[in-house]
Nanobody, 123 residues
């Protein structure tokens, strides 16, 4: 049974940083794309970033240059470093495991999901 557990969310002031981490169990993530998606209050869940098996990384336009996704295959974890946070980054952030070594941005590309970690950015 695949489980993804996020950690690292919290309350931070605008301009600050947070590092989210996702620990996978039940399947090695080295063979799968890993993604971060978020859902703000009253909004649809949206793509944030992904890390493909062969090193490619993809980012949503609003977070480019501020967020960095990284994976540690040995530890079976994937992290999201978030810098220069803005109030509009406030959301529940979900870690997700793709169906293959690469993935597009849509939610359907992801097979397994964590329960999410809340990030609140105050102005």
């Amino acid at each position: 049974q695949v489980q993804l557990v996020e950690s690292g969310g919290g309350l931070v002031q605008a301009g600050g940083s947070l590092r989210l981490s996702c620990a996978a169990s039940g399947r090695t993530l080295s063979s799968y794309a890993m993604g971060w998606l978020r859902q703000a209050p009253g909004k649809e869940r949206e793509f944030v970033a992904s890390s493909w098996v062969h090193g490619y990384k993809d980012y949503a336009d609003p977070v480019k240059g501020r967020f960095t996704v990284s994976r540690d295959n040995a530890q079976n974890t994937v992290d999201l470093q978030m810098n220069s946070l803005k109030p509009e980054d406030t959301a529940v952030y979900y870690c997700a495991m793709g169906r293959r070594g690469w993935s597009l941005k849509s939610q359907g590309e992801y097979e397994y999901w964590g329960r999410g970690t809340r990030v609140t950015v105050s102005s």
